[in-house]
């Protein structure tokens, strides 16, 4: 498996050090982040999720995310990434088949188009409506950028300032015609572009990923607390903007510096909560319940922690929520973003 800064190695036999019984078995759960790959030595297909998915908590539907997984091998290089659409409305179709389950897996699909490309974006979206079947529902270009090369995903390389870019704003304008969706992934340092973008194009809904990326390592390590209050600012300007959502979770990976990877045993839901508490809290304090929702990473985040032990910890988090509140933060605000059907 690839060993970047990005990824941590799925240890399947440290996770089962630590297991833990499903707090609040009955609550909806729409897991909206989640990825399906076939990367040599790190595979993460349908069975893969499934055996993360069916691990006692009550996960009703899913969001497949673009992790550049089955682009087409030729044609068009803009329209290559239209064969992640294509594969993941097949392992829809497996899964609303039945077979699998009552979970609807990969109920929407958010996957990638070239915004630089500005209007003539239009025919790419318009291959993976097409492609999706019923349930593509956006766009993730990933625009996260650091000056530090070891910080950068290297299967990236965006412009510093992409969002500001007036024709990768054009783009954005055509997915809210189109009635689609924009998923942002960036580090902390770039919220207010993201804030900037959708004040810019307000007819366009945004969902931030993974609580902002705030940073630890490299030049951001030993600096929590300054990292924390320069991205609590920044979320409380982005939450301003109404048509911004945000997710909550993706603290799993080796750029956040938490290093649950480096300790001998897997951590407990209550040593995950008390470690993410001030980043929900702020974000729900901020955003609230109705524009907040928790995703899984899965598979990235394993490296860190079981899926069952992340949605208890969760729990643990909202356990100061109403119950309005917590069916939004587990399912609601996931269903009314991204067009799902409604939790039964």
Known sequence: MSQSVHYIENRADW?????????????????????????PGWPYMLPDLLADTTTGHNIVATVFVQCRAFHRADGPIEMRPVGETQFVAGVAAMAESGIYGATRVCEGIVGHADMLLGKAVEPVLEAHVRAGNGRF???????AWDPDPVVMNPAYTPP??????????????????????FDAWLYHPQIDDLAAAAAAVPGTRFVLDHVGGPLGIQGYAGRRDEVFNDWRAAVRRLAERPNVFI????????????????????????ALATAWRPYVETCIEAFGASRCMFESNFPVDKGSYSYGVFWNACKR???????????????????RFYRLSPTA
Request: aromatic share 6%.
């Open 317 to 335: 988090l909202a356990g100061g929520a109403s119950a309005s509140e917590r069916l939004d933060l587990f399912a609601g605000t996931a269903q």
């Open 160 to 181: 510093r300032h992409a969002l500001q870019d007036p024709t990768f704003q054009d783009a954005l304008r055509v997915l809210g015609t189109m009635g689609l969706t």
């Open 137 to 143: 529902r956006g766009i993730r270009h990933i625009t």
């Open 15 to 39: 996770l089962a050090r630590h297991r833990e019984d499903p707090l609040d078995p009955g609550l909806p759960i729409v897991d909206p982040h989640h990825h399906l790959w076939d990367r």
């Open 247 to 270: 997710k909550l979770g993706g603290l799993g990976m080796r750029i956040n510096g938490f290093r649950f990877e480096d300790a001998a045993e897997p951590p407990t839901s209550e």
